[in-house]
């Protein structure tokens, strides 16, 4: 695809709630969006449709992040449409719960895969790329469960303690072309589903005492997007929670 003036982003999870958010933040700070999407074609095609608005040369690609094929599949297929990437957008997440000792081996795989390999293996291909052009900026989604403890979901919380290692890794290898960080949420009003404990209970431990916002997600996107001198860095946005 010919420049059109517009910087690319890759993005991993962005058919999700957040994600789809999270997508359309960016292509408003002037990105291109390739995105990919895993179950939820219809999903998948709304959200294109939506930041087709913004950005009409976006486009998405179906792929099992928790494989290395479809990774190289994904981004051979963005290879042959983009001349850059500016912006790795590695937030694909899977999340249920897997009480101890019971967590079987599929569990396991399923959690580890997508989360911690799929995030290394995405990683990896971006920074071919962004080797070449000498720049670039990678930002990974964890979670503020990675310095916590939560029995009943060790394989989650264990995938995002070493996503946020990987992106300390990163950094610190491909300093001072590539800005690498991660940013961790704490639990967000829309989506506390996904947390332990009612909204009520889960407030009570938080010190600003409210729930977070898709928005504070975004602006902390933003906020690194916008930064030249912060790389290696994890990022905590939820309101004081890991304040103990």
Known sequence: MKPSGRKVCFMTGASGKLGSEIALSIAGQGYTVFFTWHSSEQRALDLLEKIRWISPESMMQRCDISKTADIATA?????????????????????FSTPLPDVSEEQWDSL???????????????????????????ITMSDIS?????????????????IQHLTRIFARKYAPR????????????????????PAEELTEKIPLRRLGDPLDIVRTIIFLLENDYITGQVINVDGGRLLR
């Open 146 to 162: 990675a310095g916590l403890v939560w029995s009943d979901f060790a394989p989650y919380t264990v995938s995002k303690a070493g």
């Open 112 to 138: 580890v895969d997508t989360n911690l390999k799929g995030t290394f293996f995405t990683m990896q291909e971006a920074v071919k790329i962004m080797q070449q052009q000498e720049s670039g900026r990678i």
């Open 178 to 197: 590539i800005l690498v960080n991660s940013i961790a949420p704490g639990t967000i009003s829309e989506y506390h589903e996904n947390t332990p404990g």
């Open 75 to 95: 981004f051979a297929a963005f290879r042959k449409q983009f001349e850059r990437l500016d912006l790795l957008m590695a937030s694909a997440s899977n999340f």
